[in-house]
């Protein structure tokens, strides 16, 4: 053979491979715009991108460059960001408002630029700015790179479905009420499938609410993947599908141990991917699907239950017509028990292809409290809080974080504090008291603009603390810029002598978003490995309005892949 072609082939082996590690570009627009939509009786105007709610999906491979282009036609100020993406190298595309970047003003653009490295399954994307997520959200799909196949059986078809909520009120006019008045806001009056309400709600746009319902069609003794996202503001949510069993098989875009549910809980920010298995000789055309949330806390909620169906595409034996009593049986709102044993059947794959990177030793350990609290009531002014002279507040380790007029990383990356933020957030709590018994006399937070700052490379041990200050209530947890390896979890007040003897070093589950449990704690260990400011926070709305949020700042390691990089010449100003 010749030498030369010989060499040469090898050259293009070479390089086809580097192209298939590198992944591809993929563009996307995003064009903020009011549109509108009818639901439940009522036309209203609603921000959405691209006229589409929920917004369009994002689909790229494991590898692949993305950029999106943001372009805000609307009057609010607004941000987007990529859920679950940990952004290494492109830490100005992450997106909280405040935190990462200023927001788009209006008439203005932002092009997010982020590469998928290491990460595949389902994310989603979401406005992070106030409450506008109600409307600006969507779907992130990322496959594996091409030639990779699932860790488990290759699914016939692929659906998406996001749990959202509808409002026939402004959620920008309901959070701004509830802050002024320092009251609990105004409830959403239904839960969506994919955006629809469905038929148990009452409906003007069609026989039974029948426009208002999402379907989802299959075929008989076929397998569906089931990427399932809530992006819900303020509920955890039960999800079943009636005489159906599903397999869980990803969750946070991470795969996990598959295991056999009729029921799933799934809390907002959370995505978990899920085989369903259709019956090859089905007794009914449709069957129901229902959601409805679950909740512990003592203020109010939507308590209603949404529906949407599964219909077989070929004619079976069975009624086409469901009623109310068809629904599946889905727990009781405060089923706590069901949570605990929901959130412990998950488990890493840990595998050769895809190992448990848990730290087994830790160089800094953190105990931080999440609850509620009050704040006194503003000089002269009546509040709607727990009592008149109070209002509603969130804190951890009793700081309810106020957000700074320039984002933290630009302050951060120029040296330019000046005044926006402290680097003297307790790492431990202030004051000690039996967080889950009975409440201190004082429940008063304090409110401020503090940061964790973290060594590269550190290998961190956060137990998050329920407190009961208020009322015990479930936080799904949601850390930016990193996955967390949940290694124990249990209620009442965390032992620190005793509870980490329990804790799973071997196959713990690994997420993005972690459920702290009502009235108990939660332990996770990561690796601060990526550089950069990060914000951790609750991901109901209304929590993080009132601050239960704050910050890391991850410092620059030695070599040049570990610095924080210079931010993009479009980045928005404010």
């Not at 940990?86 to 595309?93: E, F, L, T, V």
């Not at 601060?528 to 704050?550: Q, Y």
Request: net charge positive.
């Amino acid at each position: 053979m010749n030498s030369t072609l010989s060499l040469s082939a090898a050259i293009l082996v070479v390089l086809a491979n580097i192209l298939l590690c590198r992944g591809i570009t993929r563009h996307y627009k995003f064009d903020i715009n009011a549109h509108n939509v009818t639901h439940l009786c009522k036309t209203k105007s609603i921000i959405t991108v691209n006229g589409k709610f929920p917004g369009p999906t994002i689909f790229a491979r494991e590898g692949d460059r993305v950029l999106i282009k943001v372009v805000n036609h609307v009057p609010n100020n607004l941000t987007i960001h990529w859920h679950g993406i940990r952004q290494r190298g492109s830490q100005w595309a992450d997106g909280p408002a405040y935190i990462t970047q200023c927001p788009i003003q209006t008439n203005q653009s932002y092009v997010y630029n982020y590469t998928i490295n290491g990460q595949r399954g389902t994310l989603f994307w979401h406005a992070h700015i106030s409450w506008l997520r109600a409307t600006i959200h969507g779907p992130i799909i990322i496959f594996p790179k091409k030639n990779v196949s699932y860790p488990f059986p290759k699914p016939n078809k692929e659906k998406t479905i996001i749990f959202g909520e509808w409002w026939n009120n402004d959620t920008e006019a309901v959070i701004a009420q509830a802050l002024q008045t320092g009251g609990g806001p105004n409830v959403s009056d239904a839960y969506t499938f994919n955006g629809y309400p469905g038929p148990l709600y009452n409906s003007c746009t069609g026989a039974k609410g029948m426009a208002d319902t999402y379907k989802l069609k299959i075929k008989p003794g076929r397998t569906y993947l089931l990427r399932l996202i809530n992006a819900a503001l303020n509920d955890d949510l039960f999800f079943s599908i009636a005489n159906h069993t599903i397999t869980v098989v990803e969750a946070d875009a991470l795969y996990v141990k598959p295991f056999e549910t009729d029921t799933l809980l799934i809390t907002p920010g959370q995505t978990t991917n899920v085989l369903l298995k259709t019956k090859p000789n089905p007794s009914h055309t449709t069957y129901l699907m229902g959601l409805r949330p679950y909740f512990v806390g003592s203020g109010t909620f939507d308590n209603t239950t949404a529906s949407a169906i599964l219909e077989y595409t070929v004619p079976s034996p069975g009624p086409k017509n469901v009623t109310l009593n068809d629904l599946p049986c889905l727990p009781s709102i405060n089923d706590t028990s069901f949570f605990t044993n929901f959130t412990s059947k998950f488990q890493s794959l840990n595998t050769a292809a895809f190992p448990v990177t848990v730290p087994q030793t830790v160089d800094k350990h953190i105990f931080l409290t999440v609850g509620l609290g009050t704040s006194p009531c503003p000089k002269n002014q009546t509040c709607q809080g727990p009592t008149n002279t109070t209002k509603f507040s969130a804190s951890i380790n009793n700081i309810s974080m106020t957000l700074p007029s320039i984002s933290l990383l630009q302050s951060h990356y120029f040296g330019q504090n000046s005044g926006q933020f402290k680097t003297d957030f307790p790492q431990f709590p202030l004051n000690q008291f039996n967080y889950t018994g009975t409440p201190p006399n004082n429940t008063n937070v304090l409110n401020g603009t503090k940061v964790i700052v973290l060594s590269y490379n550190t290998s961190v041990e956060i137990v998050l603390q329920d407190t009961s200050i208020i009322s015990a209530e479930s936080h799904p947890l949601h850390l930016h810029g990193y996955n967390v390896y949940v290694v124990g979890q249990g209620f009442g007040n965390f032992n620190s002598s005793k509870d980490p003897a329990n804790y799973n070093l071997v196959d713990p589950v690994e997420r993005n978003t972690v459920a702290v449990p009502a009235g108990g704690w939660v332990a996770l260990r990561f690796r601060a490995d990526n550089p950069g400011v990060w914000f951790m926070h609750c991901h109901f709305e209304v929590h993080i309005s009132w601050g239960l949020r704050m910050a890391w700042m991850v410092l620059d390691g030695m070599l040049p892949n570990q610095k924080l990089p210079p931010p993009p010449a479009d980045l928005p100003k404010c």
